[in-house]
T-cell receptor, first 116, second 111 residues
Framework: DAGVIQSPRHEVTEMGQEVTLRCKPISGHDYLFWYRQTMMRGLELLIYFNNNVPIDDSGMPEDRFSAKMPNASFSTLKIQPSEPRDSAVYFC??????????????FGPGTRLTVT | DAKTTQPNSMESNEEEPVHLPCNHSTISGTDYIHWYRQLPSQGPEYVIHGLTSNVNNRMASLAIAEDRKSSTLILHRATLRDAAVYYCILRQRWGAQKLVFGQGTRLTINP
């Protein structure tokens, strides 16, 4: 199994540009999570999906952020327009709900975003 | 979400056991205790979880207090590769499946 795949691994863009981060979850997993990590705020959950449907987007900072999951094997996190304060490492994670309700999340390697 | 409290940092020596504490005095009866760790420049990875009884796996052991208000992650023989930030997280057994990460404990292993 290749694990959770994220692309790009690094992204440098100028303020005002649109940024799209991509994630391929582990095959068969039914939950997908997007996190953001900064030194100041630590690791924060932005949004998560169950069976491709957004369940909780309360962590999305503002309307500039949007996430989609068009199918079970692909998700995007888009920032438009980007701002310097969006600079962070963005992680995608996936998991499989089990009857024990005690599943684990598998994280991707992250995308390091720098907005200048 | 119930809150956990961990020391900001700990230090240990290679090949010695490490005990990482976590306090969770407001834990509910249906909360699982999860531990994740984040190695430098990597995403977090699952370590272990438990509900009431102590748990062992190939990575670590989890000792849960009888009143469940605290727990300890035990690395039996630390290696340099165990240097990471360790997060103790409470997760609801039913309902929301999200994890809420705190600041964790930064573990340094001395050679």
């Amino acid at each position: 199994d290749a694990g959770v795949i994220q692309s790009p691994r690094h992204e440098v863009t100028e303020m005002g540009q649109e940024v799209t981060l991509r994630c391929k979850p582990i095959s068969g997993h039914d939950y997908l999570f997007w996190y953001r990590q900064t030194m100041m705020r630590g690791l924060e959950l932005l949004i998560y999906f169950n069976n491709n449907v957004p369940i909780d987007d309360s962590g999305m900072p503002e309307d500039r952020f949007s996430a989609k999951m068009p199918n079970a094997s692909f998700s995007t996190l888009k920032i438009q327009p980007s701002e310097p304060r969006d600079s962070a490492v963005y992680f995608c994670a996936s998991s499989l709900a089990r009857l024990t309700a005690s599943y684990e999340q598998y994280f991707g390697p992250g995308t390091r975003l720098t907005v200048t | 979400d119930a809150k956990t409290t961990q020391p900001n940092s700990m230090e240990s020596n290679e090949e010695e056991p490490v005990h990482l504490p976590c306090n969770h005095s407001t834990i509910s009866g249906t909360d699982y205790i999860h531990w994740y760790r984040q190695l430098p420049s990597q995403g977090p990875e699952y370590v272990i979880h438990g509900l009431t009884s102590n748990v062992n796996n190939r990575m670590a052991s989890l000792a849960i207090a009888e009143d469940r208000k605290s727990s300890t992650l035990i690395l039996h023989r630390a290696t340099l590769r165990d240097a990471a930030v360790y997060y103790c997280i409470l997760r609801q057994r039913w309902g929301a499946q999200k994890l809420v990460f705190g600041q964790g404990t930064r573990l340094t292993i001395n050679p």
